[in-house]
């Protein structure tokens, strides 16, 4: 399956640059443009993280988010559904396991090639000054995971192109509201409990704490956490998939 995809990206490679240019023009637009504004970021231990240094890690984690999502979301409903591609890969020894892990590991890839170039474009504009910002590669690869097993799970409930949308319901607020922009410690603490919750919440902390040079027990929750959301996501998609493709 990874060979496959492979195989084809090869021709529309160029279709992964709007994943990138995404961020960097959110990172252009509110890192710089609002940054300029807001100057520093109290709260965080260290007076010095200005604004643009505290978006740019939830930015690329949002990235690699993105990356895994829309592989496993439109690009696998459209095989699954309309081109029904997995009934000729079924045809052959590889099994429906064998496609569901397939799917789910060239997610994983291409989000965190999202994510590693566009790590490489904030580490151009000198917003990179720790060591530990070395661990946004493998916390990548862990954000894609989770997010390319999530989006494999929803894909097999989804029953026509306009249930897309309640994709986006989901996605945009947790998107806008996961401390992209701003710290957790604005909002009040019932609400705070739930943020906590969320997926792409941990997977800034995972990416933000190395980053900014901060490595605490939360790095270790947030791993744990989607490290537990990935592999149960994989296991409901699993079983999913077996009803799809076998009935």
Not at 59 to 83: D, I, P, Q
Request: hydrophobic share 55%; with cysteine; aromatic share 10%.
């Amino acid at each position: 399956m990874v060979e496959r995809n492979l195989t084809i990206y090869r021709h529309t490679w160029y279709l992964l640059l709007a994943e990138i240019f995404e961020p960097v023009l959110y990172l252009l637009s509110m890192g710089v443009g609002i940054g300029a504004l807001v100057g520093h970021v109290p709260g965080l231990g260290d007076p010095s993280v200005g604004y643009v240094e505290y978006v740019a890690p939830a930015l690329l984690a949002t990235a690699a988010m993105n990356g895994a999502m829309n592989e496993t979301t439109f690009n696998m409903y459209a095989k699954l559904k309309v081109l029904r591609t997995y009934d000729s890969i079924l045809a052959t020894p590889l099994g429906v396991r064998d496609v569901a892990l397939g799917e789910v590991l060239w997610a994983l890839l291409r989000g965190t090639v999202v994510a590693i170039v566009f790590a490489a474009v904030v580490a151009c504009a000198g917003l990179v000054h720790s060591a530990w910002a070395a661990l946004i590669v493998p916390g990548a690869l862990l954000i894609g995971f989770a997010f390319a097993a999530a989006g494999l799970a929803v894909v097999t409930y989804l029953r026509d192109w306009q249930d897309f949308q309640l994709i986006q319901l989901v996605m945009l607020p947790m998107f806008l509201f996961a401390t992209t922009f701003y710290p957790l410690g604005v909002y009040a603490r019932p609400v705070q409990i739930g943020v906590e919750c969320l997926p792409l919440y941990q997977s800034i902390e995972l990416v933000r704490e190395p980053s900014l040079g901060v490595m605490d027990v939360r790095v270790a929750v947030a791993a744990g956490y989607l490290l537990a959301f990935g592999l149960l996501s994989t296991a409901l998609a699993l079983r999913r998939l077996e009803r799809t493709l076998v009935s």
